[in-house]
């Protein structure tokens, strides 16, 4: 029988996490209560004596300086209401797990499968609140239902004595284990009836070519040697929709696309893929030559480049959309842990060395009626938050740069990007670290967690909108501790190593892992008895395609085996041998011998047909807002600051561990109050080297209401411009392009189909000419395809998104500079032309309007400006260097002056500007290729040298006394507010 | 009598996360011999602690600190055999009369406070006397903190120094003593060594968020009454050199991080004494 051991907070002690509750429920509900108290409960489904129980009560389970507990008994005493939330069966429950490692080494003994430890909390509510108040706090705050359950009590049904009965939340599965055989000779409507009820996400098409392979003669007289009939199996059927899923296969990037332009020029495009990106690279590398410093690119889990004489660096881009509507923190811690595994499984895998973040919600001040099944954007905000801090945090991993960037078209489907970087060595054993390579013979080994229904179909999920039928078992809880376990073991098997060949179980699960390592040997033979589950009852094809977490499949040759399986059980670490690579040309799976799928390895990585598909660009037109250059911009420059886009985004950083590993140089909050905006993060990963990596990135949807080609441009403007703002080489650069889009293919619900995909096909043209102008080359990326909410008559989708990361390097850290102003008496410099370009801006969203004029970008005389501005900053005439973008020059002054302390007088009428009469457009354009520099005055003449043949002038000088002015075109004075008073616009709005 | 090599141990292993910059800072601090050691690896017998001088805990989740900071691996500490059947925690308690030194930062001290080992009053090793929990702000935080060091202190790692400043990571930072008489012991014996300050490093501070967490009289790090095991909330392994400092590129900072002077004091006194 079940126990319940409650565990709670001394009455004197202070309840900090009960508290935090009381303020959500003010903040994020606005509703009132007295006080919050919470209680740990630890439900233990094992047969237990009193003495076990309260050996475990006194002593894993409760500090006894602060916590008191009782064994079956209630502890809650004084409350209103009374919520107990705790998982449902089957959910990852890390605290039931370790509290389960801690009894089973207390008392000694091995619990069994079903002999298991839940976690739940109580949350003891003092308030003048009804049920249903109590209702919307379990409901909107407290628990999220997909993935957890809650019950309420009030005060007067509460059971004193008893207190809650204790009920495990065991998974009882009853089915029998079945493998269902599926006829594909059928009519259209059936085939299509089969995909939709399946969860396959295939189309018509898709499936006919399915229907054809399986009607082939020698297809089927395999299939009889192998003891399978003619119909598929649904392992086989998942399988091959898994493969072939858009999140897999990246059929539209691949398609064969027409793409029309705004006077009807035709232009037959086959593969965006082929064409913009990997033909960037191919053309950068090919400019390089000698100099190219790409090691591996689009062949892996993630692109390699070369960092010193010793080591290479590993970046990979990821994002987690969908599951992170359903269940933000959910989806976002494994979103996080899961695109650790990426450079994990990269080569030989490498040690990883940093996280990135960039996330894009609807403003958290969001007060429309919800539409079903979305979350409020605050609750996205706080899990996604919470869910990349425990993520990050736990794995020992810096959290070093990020955004946050805010539009209502994000309400239904935030964007979570979330990016991993991983440091080598060039050879590990002799033998070069960064290929892939696996030999018939080889034992097909999963180690890491265990495989239960968690992120069943997440792969074909991701490659559908949001809909009423999306799965919640696509939802699932990370595990970074388990991930940490093994990551320490496979860094150690590496360095000895026990392994040919590694990748991670991301989408697909082992389908895809062991389906795509099978490509380098030519066949697989895996035996799914074996898998290690967490509870009884999964189908076959389940244990095929499970995304349970925290997994990686490795080749190990059989030689290896026994020091391979000792060394992860020695580190806690679980492995199974699963069945082996062979040369057999087939992906074949069995269950408990006998085979349950067998498809030809041809056919399931190149069978699938390229799309066909049409895209026609009408470019939209949009006119600049009436509006007035005002006399006094001072209001409007606190606006902007306060914006959610532009404003302080620390309550967040600073909840990352940015310094975890100590080679921390540039952070992400600088200045002379450690919390000034950094462009970019500056770090060593190897602690006795000088060298350093600088990573940033850039991302601006709004412009893509304009054109995407733009938008991607500016992307990478910025993301460059970050980069050199703090001191990175051009030298060693590369690029990583993320694409979320709303779906551009053509269906009834997607009329505008053409034109969205005229937008992927513009945003790929911008791609390559930018990326081969400025010479990054691309090295890794991902597309996210169906970011689209459809429920009911309700359709949302998210403006066109791309994010560009670039990593690179500084050769001495100690040449890195910061965005601050230093000192009085420095003179101010902007480097670049402002143009009339507001189109998409920040300061004309305050007026509700799009614009006319997107800002564009010339890269020529950019490229030509960073190289000079490159040449200044490594001769140390740079004191402050700060990136020009959302709010314009206004935005990027005050940032300035204020993160310095330092006050600060401009005078717009130096500002170097093309056809631009009014002071406001002067100070909140967004044109490109700009910065904010401020030099010591006797550098002036030196760093104008080397500035010369470029645009760029001194507008101002920095002042002791802490006041911000700008003086306007016409010498009255447009802005003037004390930089105190400037700060705290920029720092109230998201400080919660 | 003096000995040449010192040899320093870093523990990794269940979630520990700053081992590789540890044993970075033992080495600029002196060490002779450093290694990374996961846990296993004296579990198994591979290694043994006593062929070590100095123990370092470093900072991390150990266990993902499901139970409450470090709780289930002080369990594990505590419960654990080698593969020779000889308790850990017995090793550590011979370590420790042997006259070698332990210091643990961040989840490394909250290890040593929940196994007992600091402040062990009256040589009290493994009854815990004081608890690090959840910051008063409910949130886990990255920031730096000025601190003042107790010169009086017997700690043989901040010898020398009066105060530090420092980088906090953590969400369970607040060090609350058993009761008033252990704060008091601690106080009269001087055990308190750091405590979170402002600017001016003189006294002590609670307001936020220079005492980052709530501590109690903010303490930040306690050591035992022989001075030779120490644990702090702050992390001295993440300033060792002078670009970690968040202002470096605008003030006048020492080439050498303030971290260092606690890994040479520990190195230099093991010179002398061992």
Known sequence: MAHRIEVGFKSAIRDALGEKVRKRIKDDLNMAVAAVRTIEVYTVDMDLGSDELTALAAGPFSDPVIQEYLIDRPLAREFDWLIEVGLRPGVTDNVGRTAREALALLLNRSPSIDEKVYASRQYLICGDLDRAGAEHIAKDLLANELIQHFEIFSRAAFDYERGVPAKAPRVRESAALTVEEIDLNDSAEELMRISRERLLALSLSEMKVLQAYFAREDVRAQRQQVGLGARATDVELEALAQTWSEHCKHKIFNAAIEYADERGQQTVINSLFDTYIRGATRKVRSKLGDRDWCVSVFTDNAGIISWDDHHNLVFKVETHNSPSALDPYGGALTGIVGVNRDPLGTGKGSRLIFNTDVFCFATPFYEEPLPPRILHPRRIYEGVREGVEHGGNKSGIPTVNGSIVFDDRFLGKPLVYCGTAGIMPREILGAPSHTKEVRPGDLIVMTGGRIGKDGIHGATFSSEELHEGSPVTAVQIGDPITQKRMIDFLLTARDRGLYRCITDNGAGGLSSSVGEMAQHSNGCELDLKAAPLKYAGLQPWEILLSEAQERMTLAVPPKEREEFMTLAQNMGVEATVLGHFIDSGYFHILYDGKTVACLDMQFLHAGLPRMQLLAVWKPPRHRDPECADPVDSTPLLKKLLARPNICSKEAVVRQYDHEVQGGSVIKPLSGIANDGPSDAAVLRPVLDSLQGVVVSHGICPRYSDLDTYHMVACAIDEALRNFLCVGGSLEGIAGLDNFCWCDPLPSEKNPDAEYKLAQLVRANMALYDYATAYMVPLISGKDSMKNDYIIGALKISIPPTVLFSIIGRIDDVRKAVTMDAKSVGDPVYVLGETRDELGGSEYFSLYNSIGAQVPAVDAKKALKLYRSLGKAMSRGLVRSCHDCSDGGLGVALAETAFSGGLGMTVDLKKVPAAKISRNDFLLFSESQSRFVVTVAPDDRKDFERCLKGNIFAEIGIVEKDPQFRITGLNDTIVIEAGIFDLKESWQKTLRF | ?274
């Open chain 2, 1 to 274: 009598m003096s000995r040449k090599n010192i040899r320093a141990l870093v523990v990794s292993g269940n979630g520990t996360n700053c081992e590789v910059e540890m044993a970075h800072a033992c080495r600029v601090g002196g060490a002779d011999d450093v290694d990374i050691v996961h846990f296993s690896q004296l579990l198994q017998g591979e290694k043994s602690l006593l062929d070590y001088d100095f123990l370092n805990l470093p900072g991390g989740f150990l266990d993902g600190d499901d139970l409450g900071s470090a709780k289930a691996h002080a369990i594990r500490l505590r419960y654990a055999r080698t593969a020779h059947g000889e308790s850990l925690f017995d090793h550590i308690l011979t370590f420790i009369q042997q006259g070698k030194i332990i210091l643990g930062i961040c989840n490394g001290f909250q290890l040593l406070a929940k196994l007992g080992l600091v402040p062990a009053l009256n040589g009290a090793y493994g009854t815990q006397a004081t608890t690090l929990t959840f910051n008063d702000s409910g949130t886990f935080e990255d920031r730096w903190a000025y601190l003042t060091v107790k010169e009086k202190s017997p700690c043989i790692f901040t010898r020398g120094l009066s105060s530090l400043y420092l980088p906090v990571r953590h969400g369970e930072g607040k060090f609350i003593p058993g009761d008033a008489a252990v704060l008091q012991e601690l106080q009269d014996k001087n055990l308190v060594v750091a405590q979170y300050t402002d600017r001016s490093c003189e006294k002590a501070v609670m307001d936020y968020p220079l005492n980052p967490n709530g501590s109690v009289e903010a303490i930040a790090g306690i050591c035992d009454e022989t001075g030779r095991v120490f644990g702090m909330m702050p992390h001295p392994e993440a300033y060792l050199h002078y670009t970690n400092h968040p202002r470096w590129t605008r003030e006048p900072v020492p080439e050498e991080g303030m971290g260092v002077a606690i890994f040479r004091n520990a190195v230099e006194y093991l010179k002398k004494n061992l």
